[in-house]
């Protein structure tokens, strides 16, 4: 009896061997389960930004770059140019012309902001919410999402080391990538720490700390009053922008600066005076010729 239990344990262990050289020889590139959850422990802030950078290049490239002359991109730049860096994070920023309500930033200091969310705040209130944006990326959110996104999905292959793995996905892959980083699900408490991110960048640059409520205030009645794929989502993971509206003016109140935030005109057109000059400056060299 003991010998019939030896024999079928080796003829397990054979076949078990067999079948494990087979899997190993028909598809030596991807990972095991194990070697996928292993491998997110080992995952780093150069192969977030690696993985970011390759995302954002996707998205770039299939959305509506604002150009350097236009005017949301012109705005864009005035508000945010002195902040190319934050909390040791090299920050740039472009408009995607949609008109979505929306912002995102990736774990590359990569900044998009679209021109919906542009034409409903003014620059206090755009100040507040990107800098919500970069607080995801100072406080690792965003990392860790990208870490999330691909043990979700599968897509971590086997390489022969930890950076080889960003030239091993296929461009479609880090489109799925990007879209992820769109619509990226932060659980309530990192966008809590983000908020307070947000009211922190405002008061230490010496803006309105003000405009973080109204920012959110903003949202709060977009929220009750449309019925948008993008509001759904926001409020599946964000924490409701009344209350988080609320707690950026509990925390105004309690530093002294309180006050009802009025907003101001929201301007995303070229300037006039920078088209006269141009036309001024063709005039005059056209005259020069004639001499």
């Not at 730049?77 to 909390?87: D, M, V």
């Not at 091993?168 to 799925?176: A, P, V």
């Not at 405002?202 to 509001?231: C, H, P, T, W």
């Amino acid at each position: 009896m003991k010998k019939k239990f030896v024999v079928l344990g080796v003829l397990i262990a054979i076949l078990g061997l067999t079948k494990m050289n087979a899997q190993e020889s028909s598809d030596k590139k991807e990972l095991s389960l194990l070697d996928k959850t292993m491998l997110g422990f080992t995952f780093s802030d150069a192969d977030a930004v690696a993985m970011a950078q390759k995302g954002i290049t996707e998205l770039d490239a299939n959305n509506p770059v604002a150009e350097a002359t236009d005017g949301y991109a012109i705005r864009l730049n005035r508000l945010f140019g002195k902040h190319s860096s934050s909390e040791g994070v090299t920050l740039n920023y472009k408009v995607y012309l949609v008109k979505d309500i929306n912002a995102f930033a990736c774990a590359d200091g990569s900044v998009r902001v679209f021109a919906g969310l542009m034409n409903i705040m003014d620059d206090n209130e755009l100040l507040a919410i990107i800098g919500h944006e970069i607080g995801h990326v100072v406080n690792h959110d965003s990392k860790n999402g990208i870490k999330a996104f691909y043990k979700k999905e599968a897509l971590l292959h086997a390489a022969a080391s930890q950076s080889d793995i960003v030239s091993t996905l296929s461009k479609s892959e880090y489109g799925k990538l990007g879209s992820a980083m769109i619509d990226s699900g932060h659980n309530r408490k990192q966008e809590s720490k983000a908020d307070s991110f947000a009211y922190d960048f405002m008061k230490k640059n010496g803006y309105d700390v003000n405009a973080v409520e109204s920012s959110f205030r903003i949202l709060q009645k977009i929220s009750e009053g449309a019925d948008s794929s993008f509001i759904s989502r926001m409020q599946s993971s964000h924490p409701d922008p009344g209350k988080r509206a609320d707690e950026a003016k509990k925390r105004a109140t309690k530093d002294g600066l309180y006050h009802v935030y009025e907003q101001q005109k929201i301007v995303n057109t070229a300037p006039v005076n920078a088209t006269k000059k141009t036309t001024t400056a063709t005039k005059k060299t056209s005259t020069a010729k004639k001499k």
